[in-house]
């Protein structure tokens, strides 16, 4: 089965200090993506800018609306994504333990639809 | 062999198979409600075909069946997808034939634990579905037990198998390596299915069934796991729980404390089967706190009669081990309990003053163990106020019955 692994994280993290923290974070999550790539498990990822470069697209009654920001104002936002296709939910868990991150946060892991 | 009506039979072969059926099902077509629905299918035609035909082993007969009847399932659902015409129904085949001895039903309900308690699942959902699935307790059984209307329960299944198919559950036994993570689910899930039939002494109808199930599902995985030290513990701590029930009520329906209980009524084997099951966990070497609570029933369970003295010494040494493990305040409160047998009601009640009274204002043993010991102390007009703040909440109705009593004695 193939999951998406959505990394949530307190974008602050990263701001503070020489930006050291994140140097660090980006060289663990290419360790683990060459790992996974040479394992066959991963499928594709990245990592997203912050969120205050994103624009939303919003659709209400029929009309478009954007605004300056993410989809949602809260304190921890999507910061980047794996997908991967592992035998089945536990191997997928297992994964999302070993995503590096610069303090507190959270993995979401999501069943990805297959066609067939 | 003797004669069995086929109602009986097929009553008697789905409790005694039906979790083992459905669990080596699922453990096949990883698919729980295929299980289920398979199974239900294979009960249908039991009831149907064995007026005039009862089999010589009727467990086997279902789990045959059954897995007959999955089969069909599965190849209808491709046939639909694929809209090509529908392929004749399978025959019996050489398997179907040797499988027909029920022991040769794989046991597979320890996987299928494992899924129902999966983390993955919702906490409510998990001693739900394994009731419904490992012990064939019906949805109706279950909402009575768990004081839920079916429609909400029904929902909750629902809702837990269609995650469990969904996102990929696996229907592995995890590896030891995973164990401290999904063992304990396991396990908490267990131990609150097991307190709710443990909670009503009367055990009356709702929990009577289940109390059962959980003598065999903790059998199980005793057997399965027999190097897992709480584990063993657990299923001990069943078994003396159980053991005392004969006696956890008196001759008008009233709840008997256990210091009170007639040690001539416990059941002997049960307590037999509890002790060597904690020696087994012991000589692992590797404690825990399941262990130090089976071991509190233990030191009970240990009494003879009711002329030798109450063991409440360990069962204080037990409590003091269980909170080094813990910081619990139910456990605390326990101990009170019996710190007020060995130093006097007034340094019961000093404890129970130190614990954090609005965490456990809504438990209903709050207040009537203070009342006891105000009583004792006493001290009447407070205590008649918490006998009545325990009344009030309603408890199980032999728990009243011994309220209203202790209140009347005052």
Excluded at chain 1, 30 to 36: D, I, M, P, V, W
Excluded at chain 2, 97 to 119: G, Q, T, Y
Excluded at chain 2, 338 to 354: F, H, M, Q, S
Aim: hydrophobic share 50%; with cysteine; proline share 6%.
């Amino acid at each position: 089965m193939r999951y998406a692994l959505l990394i949530y994280e307190n974008e602050d993290l990263y701001r503070a200090g020489d930006g050291r923290a994140m140097d660090d974070i980006i060289a663990a999550h290419q360790a683990l993506a060459g790992e996974l790539a040479a394992a066959g498990v991963l499928q594709g990822g990245s990592g997203l800018k912050t969120v205050d470069t994103a624009t939303t697209v919003r659709k209400t009654g029929g009309q478009h609306a954007l605004h300056d920001g993410p989809y949602a104002e809260a304190r921890e936002q999507l910061g980047g994504f794996y997908l991967v296709e592992v035998p089945d939910l536990d191997a997928a868990l297992a994964i999302a333990k070993r995503i590096p991150l610069a303090g507190d946060g959270a993995v979401e892991v999501r069943p990805v639809i297959d066609e067939d | 062999m003797k004669t069995l009506d086929p109602g009986t039979a097929l009553e008697g072969a789905a409790r005694e198979a039906g979790g083992r059926i459905v669990a080596a099902l699922a453990a096949t077509f990883r698919d729980l409600d295929l299980a289920e629905e398979a199974f239900a299918e294979a009960c249908a035609r039991a009831a149907a075909i064995w007026p005039t035909a009862l089999p010589l082993d009727p467990a086997a007969w279902l789990y045959v069946t059954a897995r007959r009847c999955a089969l069909d399932m599965i190849r209808r659902r491709t046939v639909r997808r694929r809209l090509t015409p529908e392929a004749p129904a399978p025959e019996a085949t050489a398997e179907d034939v040797l499988a027909s001895d029920a022991r040769l039903i794989p046991d597979e309900r320890l996987r299928l634990i494992f899924v129902c308690c999966h983390p993955a699942v919702a906490p409510e959902a998990r001693a739900a579905l394994t009731l419904r699935l490992v012990c064939g307790l019906s949805a109706r059984e279950i909402a009575r037990a768990f004081l839920i209307a079916e429609p909400a329960l029904f929902q909750r299944l629902t809702r837990a198998k269609k995650k469990i198919a969904e996102a990929g559950v696996s229907f592995e036994v995890p590896g030891p390596d995973a164990w401290p993570e999904r063992l304990a689910a396991v396990l908490s899930t267990l131990e609150v299915a097991y307190a709710r039939a443990h909670e009503d002494a009367a055990g009356t109808g709702t929990h009577a069934g289940y109390a059962r199930e959980m003598l065999d599902l903790t059998a199980v995985l005793a057997e399965l796991l027999p190097n897992e030290p709480e584990c063993l513990a657990f299923a001990a701590l069943v078994r003396f729980a159980e053991a005392r029930r004969p006696a956890r009520l008196d001759a008008e329906g009233a709840m008997v404390p256990l210091s009170e209980q007639d040690p001539r009524l416990w059941s002997r084997p049960l307590i037999a089967e509890g002790e060597a099951l904690l020696r087994a966990a012991a000589r692992l070497n590797r404690p825990g706190p399941r262990q130090l609570r089976a071991a509190l029933h233990g030191v009970w369970c240990a009494r003879r009669s009711l002329a030798e003295p109450p063991p409440w010494s360990a069962a204080l040494a037990l409590y003091d081990l269980l909170l080094d493990w813990r910081e619990d305040p139910f456990v605390r409160l326990n101990r009170a309990v019996v710190l007020a047998e060995v130093a006097g009601p007034a340094a019961g009640l000093a404890e129970i003053k130190k614990l954090d009274a609005a965490r456990l204002d809504d438990f209903q043993p709050f207040h009537a163990v203070q009342a006891d010991l105000l009583a004792r102390l006493g001290r009447p007009d407070e205590a008649l106020a918490a006998y009545d703040r325990a009344i009030a909440m309603a408890p199980g109705a032999a728990e009243r019955l011994w309220l209203i009593r202790r209140r009347t004695e005052l």
